[in-house]
T-cell receptor, first 112, second 114 residues
Framework: QKEVEQDPGPLSVPEGAIVSLNCTYS??????FMWYRQYSRKGPELLMY????GNKEDGRFTAQVDKSSKYISLFIRDSQPSDSATYLC????????????FGGGTRLMVKP | DVKVTQSSRYLVKRTGEKVFLECVQD?????MFWYRQDPGLGLRLIYF???????EKGDIPEGYSVSREKKERFSLILESASTNQTSMYLC?????????????FGPGTRLLVL
């Protein structure tokens, strides 16, 4: 079993839909959580960063962490075709050199 | 803005060739990383470096080596390229302080080994 699980998709939604992307993990020591967006043939770019449990909002994006369930989510409101990309979750326990453990990524397609 | 650049976007090499992939960051970050990304396997860490001339093996170091002679530059070397090293190679850097968990990625090098 992988340490971080992420549905690979693809997830196809119409423009304007609310998108929910999720990751589950098994290591209860993880306390730093990130979402990266990766456009086709490009490097990942940091989208959201949260520490411990709770919500964080940035424009149309909301990151949610539920450490008790070992579950994190990224919500995208009013999705746009420009949101079409692969979304990677990543997490760290803050120790051992602060290595990141990545999910495999979910490919999202927002159709006009 | 943090900027991480990689020397090539696309490379085509032949089996047995020695391949150099270079990465440069402009944020004075101590930590730099090399990953490969393959469909269905996600990002896998090859090597990382936490200081000049320092290096540590990641999860899949076999067939690779690295060099960090200057703080801003981290090179990945494929000693003798093989077809199973065809992949997307991503370099990343990470700073310290409040930003110590976040890695910033370059645009990637897509390597094809024939």
């Amino acid at each position: 079993q992988k340490e971080v699980e992420q549905d690979p998709g693809p997830l196809s939604v119409p423009e304007g839909a609310i998108v929910s992307l999720n990751c589950t993990y098994s290591n209860s020591a993880f306390q730093y959580f990130m979402w990266y967006r990766q456009y086709s043939r490009k490097g990942p770019e940091l989208l959201m960063y949260t520490y411990s449990s709770g919500n964080k909002e940035d424009g149309r994006f909301t990151a949610q962490v539920d450490k008790s369930s070992k579950y994190i989510s990224l919500f995208i409101r009013d999705s746009q075709p420009s949101d079409s990309a692969t979304y990677l979750c990543a997490m760290s326990d803050g120790n051992a050199g602060n290595m990141l453990t990545f999910g495999g990524g979910t490919r999202l397609m927002v159709k006009p | 803005d943090v900027k991480v650049t990689q020397s090539s976007r696309y490379l085509v090499k032949r089996t047995g060739e020695k391949v150099f992939l270079e990465c440069v960051q402009d944020m004075d970050h101590e930590n730099m990383f090399w990953y490969r990304q393959d469909p269905g396997l996600g990002l896998r860490l090859i090597y990382f470096s936490y200081d000049v001339k320092m290096k540590e093996k990641g999860d899949i170091p076999e067939g690779y080596s690295v060099s960090r002679e200057k703080k801003e530059r981290f090179s990945l070397i494929l000693e003798s390229a093989s077809t199973n090293q065809t992949s997307m190679y991503l370099c990343a850097s990470r700073g310290g302080g409040q930003d110590q968990e976040t890695q910033y990625f370059g645009p990637g090098t897509r390597l094809l080994v024939l």
